[in-house]
């Protein structure tokens, strides 16, 4: 490989300093490319970022890594001394009038949703185009439903209402997700692991070069793209400009803009227009909109007790203390799954299913007393707007100033809210808490008058308004989206090759991480690979 370039005045211009934009400067960088980063809030990471709204620090975005494979993320989770968690299999399954399914029922039940998502993965990637377009994954559940538990209507009930838990796996009911392209999803399935502390140690190590080596620049938004339609054959620059009014032209760009504000507004921001295909593909694929809530008590009071075992967390300890610390795992459920309640009709009419992790159930010192939901599609949407509508009391960490080298990925305010209850003020008067205090009733050791079962911080998510977000989490594949896989090539292809304008993210990663940070970083990794060798810069 050539390790200089041709031209050592080469100026690529990334916009976006999300994981994406930043790990294809450190490619870039490598070979000693000129690169200006511009980016439109005032922090590097994108959809990773934190909050310290509870107390302590929560990832707002992504949180999850998958372990099948070499995961680079994986990797510099290990390096960063990134503490990780294996959630145990012990599951409390509630059905619709609230009552826990019995141990062996509901654990069977778990068993075959995860079974029938892998058999309907494998039918997609068997069958492919044949494949009804307008059919669902729930379609595929519903027939399954009935052939295993032919006559057992209890049973086919149950699992068609947990299978709706892959709603908080792509940001939309099981109702819209495509059967033909089920494959694209492959992976939610398998090994994963949630981070117990936070993205910012992993982040902060992606971006240790460009903040030393890029012209970054904050508070940057890109407006307007304008790339002749033959600028490589001509040697013509691409301009960019930017909402105060500033163009700049560069040799190459490379958006890692959200396919959310490519929806919005490519229309408007390329001169030229996009290819008419390109443009189909970017309305075809679907934006998830998942998004969380985290409720802090006093005290764990869903817990039993513990028992001294192995923690599965990958923090070191080096202290005897410290270690028994860590070695003390709960025992109690790690997920809590609510079936369609018609318990809670006042407040969740549309019995929109509920589920919560329980971060009680990591190891010291990451262990909290907070329970972790999901929220996906409408529902979603119905508590955003319940916290937008109610939001008077915001706790947010400042944000840094566009000149600090290693500004945090801190971000109350953007993609996540907090609201606040007063110390000593009563719980229940919280304007999120009536949603979600018919489920937190069912818990065990619940009672109504017990201070620990009263919650003392919530905070919510709000990506769904985040416009730099692309309103919205990632990509997910809906009915009856015809040909996924070729929209996601175009989307790749991007017209780099004639116009230099790329792009790149989760909306472009390989599928077998599609709409993941993993596909992203390799999303950012791939596309600068290939402007260095259409370059010259690389073989």
């Known amino acids: 490989m050539a390790t200089t370039a041709e031209n050592p005045d080469i100026h690529i211009c990334i916009v976006g300093a999300g994981i994406a934009g930043l790990q294809c400067a450190n490619v870039l960088l490598e070979r000693s490319v000129r690169v200006t980063i511009l980016e439109a809030r005032d922090r590097i990471g994108g959809r990773i970022c934190q909050s310290d709204g509870l107390g302590y620090s929560v990832d707002l975005g992504p949180q999850w890594i998958h372990t099948s494979g070499h995961n680079p993320l994986l ?32 654990d069977r039940i778990f068993d075959l949703v995860w079974q029938i998502i892998g058999e309907a993965l494998d039918f997609s990637r068997e069958n492919g185009v044949h494949i009804p377009e307008s059919l669902s994954l729930f379609d595929f559940f519903k027939r399954r439903a009935k052939e295993i538990f032919p006559g057992q209507n209890e049973d086919q009930r149950a699992l068609l209402n947990l299978c709706q838990m892959w709603g908080a796996y792509v940001g939309h009911p099981v109702t819209k997700q495509s059967l033909r392209f089920a494959r694209l999803e492959s992976c939610c399935v398998g090994d994963e692991v949630i981070l117990t502390g936070t993205y910012e140690a992993i982040l902060n190590r992606i971006a240790r070069r460009p903040l030393a080596s890029a012209n970054l620049k904050f508070n940057k938004r890109v407006v307007g793209i304008e790339a002749a339609e033959d600028a490589r054959e001509q040697r013509q620059l691409v301009t960019l400009r930017t909402d105060d009014g500033e163009t700049q032209s560069y040799d190459e760009v490379i958006l890692t803009i959200p396919l959310g504000w490519l929806k919005r507004r490519h229309q408007e921001a390329f001169s030229p227009a996009l290819p008419t295909r390109l443009s189909q593909a970017i309305e075809n694929i679907s934006v998830g909109h998942l998004e969380k809530v985290f409720i802090t008590f006093p005290k764990a009071f869903w817990t039993t007790t513990t028992v001294p075992t192995d923690t599965t967390d990958t923090t070191d300890t080096t202290d005897s203390d410290t270690a028994a610390a860590a070695a ?160 996601m090539r175009c989307l790749r292809d991007g017209v780099g090759a004639k116009r230099k304008v790329w792009f790149a993210g989760e909306h472009t990663s390989p599928p077998e991480e599609s709409g993941t940070a993993t596909g992203a970083y390799l999303a950012g990794e791939e596309v600068a690979g290939r402007i260095l060798k259409i370059r010259g810069i690389i073989e």
């Open 328 to 487: 003390e795992v709960d025992n109690t459920p790690g997920y809590f799954n609510f079936f369609a309640p018609n318990y809670s009709t006042e407040h969740n009419p549309h019995r929109w299913p509920q589920e919560a992790y329980n971060l009680a159930a990591y190891a010291a010192p990451n262990k909290h007393p907070t329970l972790l939901f999901y929220l996906y599609g409408d529902c979603a949407q119905h508590v955003v707007n319940l916290s937008v509508a109610t939001a008077t009391v915001a706790t947010a960490a400042p944000a840094a100033a566009p000149a600090a080298p290693a500004a945090p990925a801190h971000a109350d305010g953007e993609g996540g809210s907090t609201l606040t209850l007063h110390p000593s003020g009563p719980g229940t008067t919280h304007p999120l808490y009536p949603f979600f205090a018919p489920y937190i009733a069912k818990l065990p050791n619940y009672k109504p008058d017990a201070p620990d079962c009263v919650p003392t911080r919530i905070l919510n998510t709000t990506w769904q308004l985040d416009e730099l977000a692309g309103n919205g989490s990632y990509i997910n594949y809906q009915v009856p989206i015809e040909d996924a896989e070729a929209d």
């Open 75 to 106: 990797q510099l989770a290990k390096e960063t001394n990134t503490p990780l968690h294996t959630w145990n299999d012990i599951n409390n399954l509630y059905d619709e009038d609230g009552t826990l399914l019995e141990k062996s029922r509901g």
